[in-house]
């Protein structure tokens, strides 16, 4: 049995420019074991991640974000 959890992150400092940074994130958090679906949305400024919390927990998708650049809050 899987725990699929619904995690939504806000991107602090407007962060999220423009479409070429939703691109960004969702590549990078896509390719994270565990992640099903990531949205992000540079008008609300959030990204929304689908995961298998049994694989990733959702610390590490909030990490990884901030690795490539976005800073959380």
């Given at each position: 049995m899987t725990n699929i959890e619904q995690v939504e992150l806000t991107v602090r400092d407007k962060g999220?420019?423009?479409?070429g940074c939703e691109a960004r994130i969702e590549s990078?958090?896509?390719?994270?074991p565990g992640v099903l679906r990531?949205?992000?949305d540079h008008a609300t400024?959030?990204?929304?991640?689908?995961?298998?919390?049994d694989r990733t927990p959702a610390d590490e998708v909030k990490q990884r974000l901030e690795l490539v650049g976005y800073r959380t809050g």
């Open positions: 999220i420019h423009c479409s990078v958090l896509g390719k994270v990531v949205k992000a400024q959030k990204v929304n991640v689908t995961l298998d919390t």
